[in-house]
């Protein structure tokens, strides 16, 4: 009974925020960092901390959903830093598969999203890395959902510096010069070298779990990215969080150092 009582209330509360954010602004591209897994396993008395990995997998699916009811244009998710790298191998492993099978899962067919694997693919056992490549070649050309940029082997210092060398590169290719280059050098070259082929500018990242830092995460992007903190671990964020966090944008004067 009191289940039911809750699920009404969740329901009629859920209304009222989607009534608040009518007419009201909302982000285009949003970062979400999702937090707490691990911890939310051991809170839940479960020992095997891939269970967590689990079930953070499974809400990728209904996060995307909401993200496609609130017509957000892009999302980047994400999964795996470069430090998570790190990590022991009988941790990593089965961790990165299930990365890859939440992959697999937004490309099967009838999902609507165009995917694409942003960070250091050649970190990961190679064997992984075509898995992921596989997955989102099959989504490249759908229309209509939300663009979703997997942040897999990422970290934002990585990203700045492979974004230079990258812009180099193409310049010394075309038989440029380097010094006249690095006189014309601007932060365009840079955001048109980042990982992803969508915008590069964040307007919201948002991260779960209590803890309250970017950890290497979009740092070109989000220099004037508003940021949302919720307590909740990724595995019980609900819609009702999501709804928050797009109502808590909505009320902010984005000044862009104004």
Same mark, same amino acid.
């Given at each position: @009974?009191?289940? &039911?009582?809750?699920?009404?209330?969740?329901?009629?509360?859920?209304?009222?925020?989607?009534?608040?954010?009518?007419?009201?602004?909302?982000?285009? #591209?949003?970062?979400? @960092?999702?937090?707490? $897994?691990?911890?939310?396993?051991?809170?839940?008395?479960? $020992?095997?901390?891939?269970?967590?990995?689990?079930?953070?997998?499974?809400?990728?699916?209904?996060?995307?959903?909401?993200?496609?009811?609130?017509?957000?244009?892009?999302?980047?998710?994400?999964?795996?830093?470069?430090? $998570?790298? #790190?990590?022991?191998?009988?941790?990593? +492993?089965?961790?990165?598969?299930?990365?890859?099978?939440?992959?697999?899962?937004?490309?099967?067919?009838? $999902?609507?999203?165009?995917?694409?694997?942003?960070? *250091?693919?050649?970190?990961?056992?190679?064997?992984?890395?075509?898995?992921?490549?596989?997955? +989102?070649?099959? +989504?490249?050309?759908?229309?209509? /959902?939300? &663009?979703?940029?997997?942040?897999? %082997?990422?970290?934002?210092?990585?990203?700045?510096?492979? *974004?230079?060398?990258?812009?180099? +590169?193409?310049?010394? *290719?075309?038989? %440029?010069?380097?010094?006249?280059?690095?006189?014309?050098?601007?932060?365009? #070259?840079?955001? &048109? #070298?980042?990982?992803? &082929?969508?915008?590069?500018?964040?307007?919201?990242?948002?991260?779960?779990? /209590?803890?309250?830092?970017?950890?290497?995460?979009?740092?070109?992007?989000?220099?004037?990215?508003? @940021?949302?903190?919720?307590?909740?671990?990724?595995?019980?964020?609900?819609?009702?969080?999501?709804?928050?966090?797009?109502?808590?944008?909505?009320?902010?004067?984005?000044?862009? %150092?104004?």
């Amino acid at each position: @009974m009191r289940a &039911k009582v809750r699920a009404a209330l969740d329901a009629l509360y859920m209304k009222r925020l989607v009534r608040e954010l009518e007419g009201r602004p909302r982000p285009q #591209h949003i970062g979400i @960092m999702l937090d707490g $897994n691990r911890r939310w396993a051991r809170m839940s008395g479960i $020992n095997d901390p891939r269970e967590g990995y689990r079930a953070g997998g499974a809400k990728v699916l209904d996060f995307l959903r909401w993200c496609d009811s609130a017509e957000i244009e892009h999302v980047t998710l994400y999964m795996l830093s470069d430090d $998570n790298l #790190h990590r022991p191998e009988e941790e990593l +492993t089965p961790l990165i598969d299930i990365i890859s099978e939440v992959v697999e899962r937004l490309a099967a067919p009838g $999902n609507p999203w165009p995917v694409e694997v942003v960070g *250091a693919l050649d970190l990961l056992p190679a064997e992984s890395a075509a898995r992921l490549k596989t997955a +989102t070649a099959a +989504t490249q050309g759908r229309q209509g /959902g939300t &663009k979703v940029d997997v942040a897999v %082997g990422y970290g934002g210092r990585r990203e700045i510096v492979d *974004a230079v060398r990258s812009a180099l +590169t193409e310049h010394s *290719a075309r038989g %440029g010069d380097i010094d006249e280059f690095i006189e014309t050098f601007t932060m365009e #070259h840079i955001s &048109k #070298h980042l990982y992803s &082929k969508a915008r590069s500018e964040s307007d919201l990242i948002i991260r779960t779990s /209590g803890e309250q830092r970017l950890s290497g995460f979009l740092l070109w992007q989000s220099a004037y990215a508003e @940021m949302y903190f919720c307590e909740t671990y990724w595995p019980d964020f609900r819609e009702i969080d999501f709804l928050r966090a797009l109502r808590s944008y909505s009320l902010r004067e984005r000044r862009y %150092g104004r």
